[in-house]
């Protein structure tokens, strides 16, 4: 049963994450999110039906539009298994498991899981309110990722509901003043240190954007643990950028590229990897990184290990 529940909530996800590709092109467009049918990029067809299956009908067509042949891009498919992967995690940490991570961690649990039974509609308003989070930082993950810019809207949206949510958690578990103030501060505070980049390099190490984005997970996940997302996020960025660099140097080594070893392995050289050299993104250590991927799965790292990834660091 278990089972079967998660695989319908998997798909409705998808269905979710092929709108929010929509959301994601039309931003900063003129186009209105439910302005007219979709079209191939290429070919200016519209749509059918059978076009628009999430995942299915990327791999059944083979990533390329059913007329002009032209490629379509991850992004699709993508979008759609992340935001099914992540919907069902939500899921199963509300309804299947006893890890539930309420608001933020400052509450005592025994309270928030009496509170649950006992207002049981209060566990499913967090739940839609954690599914829109989660579409909301998707939206921002693959907009940030593209771009190098987190839309206002999108992260606004996100800091509001989660500061409802907290608001809504002092009101219901009786919280004591002190808890109030940490509670309400706790944006802001975690959200400090990146508007201070922001200032004293005049944006140049850090968008405003991700200062904001900073904000949801201040109030997200609390003082303490969104300082520590704040610092999973650094590790998870430069793991991440060392790993990409590293990658990109050994397959120059197989391709006609120069790299930093000064290695050429000319014997090997080999098509399938030169294309997939080319692909890997470029970044130099002072051009601009996103960093707002790097945040948010500090954020779900956290929202979903908490306790238990504390453990063993
Ligand atoms: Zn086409």
Request: overall charge positive.
């Amino acid at each position: 049963m278990t089972i079967l529940i998660l695989i319908i909530i998997f798909l409705l996800g998808s269905i979710i994450g092929s709108f929010l590709n929509v959301v994601i092109f039309r931003l900063n467009t003129n186009l209105s999110i439910s302005h007219g049918r979709s079209k191939c990029f290429s070919c200016n067809r519209e749509l059918e039906p059978k076009d628009l299956v999430p995942l299915f009908s990327f791999l059944f067509f083979k990533g390329r539009c059913r007329t002009c042949k032209s490629k379509i891009s991850y992004q699709y498919p993508l979008v759609e298994l992340g935001t099914g992967i992540i919907f069902v995690l939500i899921t199963y940490s509300y309804f299947f498991s006893n890890t539930i991570f309420i608001g933020n961690n400052i509450f005592n649990k025994g309270l928030v899981l009496q509170a649950f039974t006992q207002l049981s509609y209060i566990k499913y308003i967090f739940y839609i309110m954690d599914l829109a989070l989660a579409s909301l930082l998707m939206c921002i993950f693959v907009y940030d990722f593209r771009h190098k810019i987190i839309p206002d809207k999108l992260v606004y949206s996100g800091a509001v509901l989660m500061l409802i949510k907290i608001i809504a958690c002092l009101f219901i578990f009786k919280a004591t003043s002190m808890t109030i103030i940490w509670a309400l501060l706790a944006g802001p505070l975690v959200a400090f240190p990146f508007a201070l980049f922001w200032v004293v390099s005049g944006g140049r190490w850090m968008g405003l954007g991700d200062a904001k984005l900073a904000l949801i997970v201040g109030w997200g996940l609390g003082l303490g643990y969104g300082y520590t997302a704040l610092m999973y996020s650094f590790w998870i960025g430069a793991i991440a950028i060392i790993g990409l660099m590293l990658m990109r140097e050994m397959l120059d080594a197989f391709s006609t590229h120069d790299n930093a070893f000064g290695m050429k392995i000319k014997f090997l050289h080999n098509k399938k990897l030169e294309y997939f050299r080319n692909k890997l993104p470029s970044y130099k250590l002072r051009s601009e990184i996103p960093f707002g991927p790097f945040m948010i799965v500090a954020f779900y790292m956290i929202y979903f290990l908490g306790r238990n990834l504390l453990w063993w660091i």
